[in-house]
């Protein structure tokens, strides 16, 4: 925006003259400044928006590499079931073989005091 020059308005004081010089210098500057925070504020969106493009690709990844609820209970409680079956086999065995196998036995006792465990620390 551009104001006449004071000289084409025509002023017929110098004092006149030189408000509207004034006024027109201090529209310049304003619409300057206006000018320049407008820039200013293009700019920072354009840093916000790359974030948020950045967030919601990481946000995909995320997902991609996360297992849902159901899924991840299915696994468990095959993983549990696994688990219950090769220790009655085990103790089965040892019951088979009447006790004669210590190694079986100890498999057992070991297998009784680990399987717990896993249950506990590895599958919530």
Known sequence: MTVPD??????????ECRFVTHIRELIEVRAAANANALRLQAKEYERRLDDLNHAHK???????????VEVYDVNRRNDEGRLYALEK???????????????LAGLAV????VLPLILKFFVP
């Not at 004071?6 to 004092?15: I, M, P, T």
């Not at 990481?58 to 849902?68: G, N």
């Open 6 to 15: 004071a000289k084409e308005s025509h002023c017929s004081l110098s004092g």
């Open 58 to 68: 990481r946000a995909d990844e995320q997902v991609k590499r996360t297992v849902s």
């Open 89 to 103: 086999q085990l103790t089965a065995e040892v019951a088979r073989r009447g006790g004669r196998s210590e190694i």
């Open 110 to 113: 070991v297998l009784s005091l």
